[in-house]
C-alpha cells in the first residue's frame, strides 16, 4: 500500500518561506514522479510542480516559477517543495501525489497521478 504524508503548512505572513514535505510509504525510492498541487477554496486544484524519477528537469508553474523548488531525497524517500516570497494568492491545501507508472519525465495531468496525501494547509496573511 503506497501511501503519502504531507508536513510543513501553517499561517505565515507575505515574503515569508515555507518548506513543504511529501513522505512516502510502500514504494521504493526513485520508482515514482511526485507533483505538489493546491487547491484553494472555490477553485480547482491545480499543479504546482512536478518532479521526474531522476530528478530531472522539474516543472513549475507560471506563478510560482523563482519562488519555489522541487527536491527529493531519494535515501528519505522524501519530496520537498520549497516556497518563498509567499503571497496570499499562495493560500491553499497543498497536496502531493505520486505517479507510479511514467517511466521517465512527468504529467501536468493530475489524473496520472495514482496516489495522494491528505493535503497540508498554507495560509499566507498580507
Known amino acids: 500500500q503506497v501511501q503519502l504524508e504531507e508536513s510543513g503548512g501553517g499561517l505565515v505572513q507575505a515574503g515569508a518561506s515555507l518548506r513543504l514535505s511529501c513522505a512516502v510509504s510502500g514504494r521504493p525510492s526513485g520508482s515514482y514522479a511526485v507533483g505538489w498541487f493546491r487547491q484553494a477554496p472555490g477553485k480547482e486544484r491545480q499543479l504546482v510542480a512536478t518532479i521526474s524519477r531522476s530528478g530531472s528537469s522539474p516543472y513549475y508553474t507560471d506563478s510560482v516559477k523563482g519562488r519555489a523548488t522541487i527536491s527529493r531525497d531519494n535515501a528519505k524517500n522524501t519530496v520537498y517543495l520549497q516556497m518563498n516570497s509567499l503571497k496570499p494568492e499562495d493560500t491553499a491545501v497543498y497536496y502531493c501525489?505520486?505517479?507510479?507508472?511514467?517511466?521517465?519525465?512527468?504529467?501536468?495531468?493530475?489524473?496520472?497521478?495514482?496516489?495522494w496525501g491528505q493535503g497540508t494547509q498554507v495560509t499566507v496573511s498580507s
Open positions: 501525489a505520486a505517479d507510479l507508472t511514467r517511466a521517465s519525465g512527468w504529467s501536468l495531468m493530475r489524473y496520472d497521478y495514482d496516489y
